[in-house]
Every structure is written in structure tokens, then in C-alpha cells.
């Protein structure tokens, strides 16, 4: 049978938000007592899903799906803003990253039904997902699989389809090389995976030095400025390989390749909220996905890159994500 290490039980999908869910102490980290545990969920397959819990805990319900590399840890760079909008993040890692078990024959759209299985146990009949850069593919999937039980669905800098040329030109050339030798053989993605481990695990600080040299102006200046973002991001970053690169092979693969479902067959309203600064997912990417999803609603903002977007216009996500729970009740 399935078991859990189950966190607040008052959290519920009727439950509305409120705004008084954390503080900050002197060094500026939150003091929620909740944000920084990590909770485990045993699926009925005997796999373990880790996950960990930021902002409101008496909140509505929005699952946040991370980037790649990346890990559960990636939601804290958003705790505040989803603590000051009454909103409760819940993030599991994927399988393979952070404390997740591996799962060598997992693909997008069985994602949605390790998703299925925690919301069941948390009690969310009704729910979100949020899913940011490769995130994104696994919002889809919920999407496409889990429609009535979902009250929004949002993809922040999300990625889209890597089989289609187009909308590839404007990725960096580093991407582009690692999604082809995944379509060639996933072995062949091993040493660039291998690197990055030790790196990450090795010298985070250093690795999100090396990391910002890759991103567009907005997103260095934001990690040159923020001292706290940058230790959060780096901290996700070293979390995504503690287990090794097992599980990011499989996600390079699975990114690189057909996704499971159509893009036309979605048919819940999704958020696309694109930067126009990102080399990582090009602007193309999401008016691609924005031209094929029947109730698509795609923004771009010009001014910003691949995490800044994230980080300076999450308050959009939750306005619409609030506004989504509300209109479902009515």
C-alpha cells in the first residue's frame, strides 16, 4: 500500500488564502515552519516521491514543477511572493533528481500520474501546476491527462518541442548540441551531465558564476544583485545531482523527444509567460506552443531572461492563478 510522511493536513482545495504566512528574520530568510522540510510521498509502484512545501501552507494548492537542472529547492526562489499572496507551493522533485527515486522507463506523461497520486494524498480533488523551463513539458502533460481536475496550468520560460527546427535557431548552440546527441543516443549526453555534477555538487557558488556567463544580461544582473537568489539557485542546482546523472540522462532524452500528446488536444486554458531575453527557450518556443494550445494566452516580456522571468513576474502568475481558483468556484 502507499504511504506517505504527510505535512499540514489542513491544507485542502476549498481553503481560501489569507496573507499572513511567513516573516523574515535578520539574514533574510523566511522563518515559515514549513518551507524547509522535505516531505516524502511512496508511490503505488514503490517508487519515493520527494517534495517540500514553500509559501502559504493554509493556501490554495499550486504544484511547482522545476526547471533542469533543478530540483523541489527551485520553489524557494519564490517563497515570499507565494507566502504574500496566500498561495501553498508544492514541489516534488522528478524522478531521478533531488531525493526522488529513479526511473529509467518514466516518461513526461507519467508524471502526471505520480502528480495525481500526491494531490489524491494531500487531499486536492482540484488543483494547479506550475511548470517553469523543462517543467513546462510536465505542466503540458497534466494538462492533457488530469483536464478536470486542474483549475489552472501555467509554464514559465517553459520549453517547447525540440523536434522542431524553427523554433530552435535562436537557442544557444550548447543546448541545441545536447538535445541532438540525446536524439542519437542518451549515452552520448553523459560527459556534458557528468561535468555539470561535478560542478554543481562541488563548488555551487562557482557553478552559478559559470552559469550566469550563459544567460542573457537580465539574468546576470539579477544574480549579481541578489545575494539570497543566488544562494537559493545554487543550492537547487547541487540538489538536482545528489543521486548522480541517472536521472538527468533520462530527462535530456525525454525533452529531446516527442512529448506523448498533441499540443492541439489540450483543452484547459494555459498561461505562457515567455521572456524575451532567453536563450535557453527562445520567444519562438512559446509562441509555437501559443499558436497550437486552442485556449492558449501567451505574454512575453521583452525586458526580461530565463530566470528573471520567473523571479520579477511570478506576481502575474499568481494573479492569474488566483483569479483561475476563484472563477472555477463560481
Not at 527546427?165 to 542518451?186: G, K, N, T, W
Not at 516527442?258 to 488536444?265: D, S, V
Amino acid at each position: 500500500a502507499a504511504t506517505m510522511n504527510r505535512p499540514f493536513a489542513s491544507i485542502s482545495a476549498g481553503h481560501l488564502p489569507h496573507r499572513e504566512c511567513a516573516t523574515l528574520t535578520e539574514a533574510g530568510e523566511p522563518s515559515s515552519p514549513n518551507q524547509s522540510e522535505m516531505y516524502t510521498r511512496v508511490l503505488l509502484d514503490g517508487r519515493t516521491l520527494a517534495y517540500q512545501c514553500y509559501g502559504c501552507p493554509t493556501g490554495r494548492p499550486l504544484y511547482f514543477f522545476h526547471g533542469f537542472p533543478g530540483s523541489r529547492l527551485q520553489a524557494k526562489l519564490v517563497h515570499e511572493q507565494a507566502a504574500t499572496a496566500g498561495v501553498c507551493l508544492i514541489a516534488p522533485d522528478r524522478p531521478g533528481f533531488g531525493r526522488s527515486t529513479y526511473a529509467p522507463d518514466r516518461t513526461i506523461l507519467s508524471w502526471a500520474d505520480d502528480v495525481a497520486q500526491l494531490a489524491d494524498a494531500l487531499g486536492h480533488g482540484h488543483f494547479s501546476v506550475l511548470g517553469v523551463s523543462c517543467g513546462g513539458p510536465y505542466a503540458l502533460a497534466c494538462a492533457h491527462r488530469l483536464a478536470k481536475r486542474l483549475d489552472y496550468v501555467g509554464l514559465v520560460a517553459g520549453i517547447g518541442p525540440m523536434d522542431v527546427p524553427s523554433i530552435r535557431r535562436e537557442q544557444m548552440r550548447v543546448l541545441r548540441l545536447l538535445f541532438s546527441l540525446a536524439r542519437i543516443h542518451p549515452v552520448l549526453v553523459a560527459p556534458f551531465l557528468f561535468a555539470d555534477r561535478r560542478l554543481f555538487r562541488g563548488d555551487a557558488k562557482r557553478a552559478v558564476q559559470m552559469l550566469a556567463r550563459m544567460l542573457t544580461p537580465p539574468d546576470r544582473k539579477l544574480l549579481a544583485t541578489d545575494t539570497h537568489l543566488r544562494t537559493r539557485f545554487g543550492a537547487s542546482l547541487a540538489e538536482a545531482y545528489v543521486q548522480g546523472i541517472a536521472g538527468a540522462i533520462r530527462e535530456v532524452q525525454l525533452i529531446a523527444g516527442p512529448r506523448g500528446f498533441l499540443l492541439e488536444h489540450i483543452t484547459c486554458p494555459v498561461h505562457l509567460y515567455q521572456s524575451g531575453q532567453d536563450r535557453h527557450v527562445p520567444p519562438a518556443m512559446g509562441r509555437y506552443m501559443a499558436e497550437r494550445i486552442p485556449n492558449a494566452r501567451l505574454r512575453i516580456y521583452p525586458e526580461e531572461g530565463h530566470l528573471s522571468v520567473l523571479v520579477h513576474r511570478f506576481g502575474d502568475c499568481l494573479r492569474d492563478f488566483l483569479a483561475a481558483c476563484t472563477n472555477a468556484l463560481a
